[in-house]
């Protein structure tokens, strides 16, 4: 598509319970990162994808978080049984393997709130 | 590891004003990128400018443009004839350069633009 896309753009969870968030990236863009940002923080990095390498999740702040990026295209964030420091705004990103040329292309995020 | 610092958390101008938005950053590398990011309040994340960091020249784009000091780790940004659509979060970023790939780019915690009619 034209630019990265998030699904779905608002989700309200109860506590405790798993939520799965969608990014589907520009085509072609070899690379695919997510940050996080909490009410009126910055960015926060969660994870990131490219190419074949192993991903970087140093940015992950728990083992209830984990991500997946399937066929080299869509990746999916997954968060398991959700606590209320949980809510944020989720933020996904891609960029082409050109070091740092264009910097990054964002979505327009998922703003998840935990109940 | 490499830290992004912004100062001022919200400011305010007058419609067609000059403003500067201050960044310091903290880093070991010599070779890296640095950014400026605007978020209005769509969320959508929109590159404003970029700088490489051995290039002295400092970037500019129409009405934005940056001072780069290496040595002071500073990079601030200048918003000339400031108008209303330019009210948004301004984040200040870094990014290591990687021979043939995007490292992660680190932000800076942002500061809030008001442009007053």
């Known amino acids: 598509g034209a630019g990265v896309s998030q699904s779905p753009s608002n989700k309200v969870t109860e506590k405790g319970k798993d939520v799965e968030l969608r990014c589907d990236p520009i085509s072609g863009h070899t690379a695919l990162y997510w940050y996080r940002q909490s009410l009126g923080q910055g960015l926060e990095f969660l994870i990131y994808?490219?190419?074949?390498?192993?991903?970087?999740k140093s940015g992950l702040p728990s083992d209830r978080f984990s991500a997946e990026r399937t066929g080299g295209s869509v990746s999916t964030l997954t968060i398991q049984r959700t606590q209320q420091e949980d809510s944020a705004v989720y933020l996904c990103?891609?960029?082409?393997?050109?070091?740092?040329?264009?910097?990054?292309?964002f979505g327009s995020g998922t703003r998840l709130t935990v109940v | 590891a490499q830290t992004v610092t912004q100062s001022q958390p919200e400011m305010s101008v007058q419609e067609a004003e000059t403003v500067t938005l201050s960044c310091t950053y903290d880093t070991s590398e010599s070779n890296y990128y640095l950014f400026w990011y605007k978020q209005p309040p769509s969320r959508q994340m929109i590159l404003v400018i970029r700088q490489e960091a051995y290039k002295q020249q400092n970037a500019t784009e129409n009405r934005f443009s940056v001072n780069f000091q290496k040595a002071a780790k500073s990079f601030s940004l200048k918003i000339s004839d400031s108008q209303l659509g330019d009210t948004a979060m301004y984040f200040c970023a870094f990014m290591k350069h990687e021979l043939n790939r995007d490292d992660k780019i680190i932000f800076g915690k942002g500061t809030r633009l008001h442009i007053l009619p």
């Open positions: 990103a891609s960029s082409l393997w050109t070091g740092g040329t264009y910097g990054y292309t």
């Open positions: 994808f490219q190419g074949n390498s192993a991903p970087d």
